[in-house]
C-alpha cells in the first residue's frame, strides 16, 4: 500500500514553528465537516486548557469573479472563548474591563457575547505575501493573545464572579502603569 504525506499548508508549516519553540500545538487537518486549523495552548485557567483556535479566512471567504476582486493576502483568524460565564447583571463590568484591555492591546480584543454571557478574545492578521510566512509577525499577533489570555483571563473572571470590580481592576491597571491614556485628552488639555 502506497504511503501519502499530507502537503504542506501554511497552517502546518506555522505548527511546526510554534512546535520548535515548544508552544504546545495541534494542527488538525481538513475533514468534510471543517477546514484545517491550530489549537494553541493560550492558557491554563482553574486547571483546564484555554486553546487559542487559528484558522484560515480565505478558505471561507468568497471566490474572486468579474465583481469581487481576488484577496492578494493570507488571513488569519485566531480565536478563543474563556471557560466562565457573565452573569447577566455582571456583563457591564465586564464588558467595560474588555474594552479597556484592548484598548492597551495592539494586535487583539476582548469582548463579551451577549446573550449568552461568553467572554472571548480575537485577532486578525493579513500576510500580503502569501507565498512566505513573516514569522514575526505572526508569533507576535499569537504571542500578543497567549499573554493577553493569561494576564487579563484570570482578572475578568473574577469580575463576573463578583471577586472583582470594574473599578478595583482599573485601579489595579494604573497602578501597573497600564492604563491607556483618556481618547479625547486630558481635561487640562481641553479647551
Given amino acids: 500500500m502506497e504511503s501519502t504525506t499530507a502537503p504542506v499548508t501554511r497552517l ?15 494542527y488538525l487537518p481538513p475533514d468534510e465537516d471543517t477546514g484545517e486549523m491550530l489549537l494553541i495552548t493560550a ?42 460565564h457573565v452573569p447577566e447583571d455582571k456583563v457591564t463590568e465586564v464588558m467595560r474591563a474588555t474594552q479597556l484591555v484592548s484598548r492597551v492591546l495592539p494586535l487583539c480584543s476582548l469582548g463579551v457575547i451577549e446573550p449568552e454571557g461568553g467572554c472571548y478574545l480575537q485577532a486578525c492578521v493579513a500576510i500580503e505575501d502569501v507565498d512566505a510566512i513573516p514569522r514575526t509577525v505572526l508569533l507576535d499577533v499569537i504571542g500578543m493573545a497567549r499573554m493577553a489570555a493569561s494576564t487579563y483571563g484570570p482578572a475578568l473572571a473574577d469580575i463576573a464572579s463578583g471577586s472583582l470590580t470594574y473599578a478595583g481592576f482599573a485601579k489595579a491597571m ?4 497600564l492604563m491607556p491614556p483618556p481618547l479625547f485628552g486630558l481635561p487640562e488639555e481641553q479647551v
Avoid at 18 to 24: C, F, N, S, V
Fill in 43 to 84: 492558557t491554563v485557567m482553574n486547571g483546564a486548557v484555554v486553546p487559542l483556535r487559528l484558522i484560515p479566512l480565505n478558505d471561507i471567504t468568497p471566490q474572486a469573479t468579474e465583481d469581487i476582486a481576488p484577496l492578494a493576502s493570507w488571513l488569519l483568524h485566531a480565536s478563543l472563548v474563556f471557560p466562565f
Fill in 174 to 177: 494604573e497602578a501597573s502603569g
Fill in 12 to 26: 502546518r508549516f506555522l505548527s511546526q514553528i510554534l512546535a520548535e519553540r515548544q508552544i504546545p500545538v495541534a
